[in-house]
């Protein structure tokens, strides 16, 4: 791999292994990362479309953060990537998705699966925990293995305001980044 494909967009190999749910059966991903920021900037990072496109693949995530309202991901006028409902919104707590793959239809097969988003305080810092649960059993690696590129951008985003630049971070990025 070259440095240009690193700057292009190529992906990297997901390292990410499912974890056990209650009944034993690997259908949950759990990350958990420290930021050094604040509570509202961080849940502003999660939901302004602009700010997360910035370290999310350059795709934005529109909604109304109600709860019980929809919300859809994409890269406008290129891909859709996800839909689903905000099941519970406690800004700047807690946010609750159903969460629905939309890129390919390996994906789609999938069904529904929950991402849950917890901001915990300590000190100057936050304590961001993400749980993708309700996979299924045998889940395609892409509904789950981006997570460590997208946290870790949101973190270089938060505490540098640059952005992460590493293989795939800028798959759908204009030719300024943005």
């Known amino acids: 791999m070259t440095d240009s494909d690193n700057a292009t967009g190529t992906d990297v190999p997901h390292q990410v292994r499912l974890m056990p749910d209650d009944e034993g059966k690997p259908t949950m ?7 050094k920021t604040t509570p509202e900037r961080l849940w502003e990072a999660i939901t302004d479309p602009e700010m997360r496109a910035t370290y999310s693949f350059g795709v934005q995530t529109h909604s ?5 309202s929809g919300y859809k991901a994409s890269v406008p006028g290129v891909v859709e990537i996800a839909e689903g409902e905000n099941l519970e919104v406690d800004p700047p707590h807690r946010l609750v998705q159903s969460f629905t793959a939309l890129w ?3 994906v789609k097969s999938a ?3 929950r991402v849950t988003w ?3 305080p300590v000190g100057d810092s936050c304590r961001l925990t993400v749980v993708h649960d309700q996979l299924p059993p045998g ?14 951008g949101l973190k270089t985003l938060l505490e540098t305001g640059q ?16």
């Open 29 to 35: 991903a759990v990350f958990e990362i420290y930021i």
């Open 64 to 68: 109304d953060w109600t709860p019980g």
């Open 104 to 106: 390919s239809d390996d």
């Open 111 to 113: 069904g529904t699966s």
């Open 118 to 120: 917890e901001i915990e």
């Open 139 to 152: 889940a395609n690696e892409e509904l789950y293995g981006g997570w460590p590129q997208i946290l870790s």
């Open 163 to 178: 952005r992460l630049t590493t293989p795939g971070s800028l798959r759908y990025a204009g030719p300024d980044g943005a």
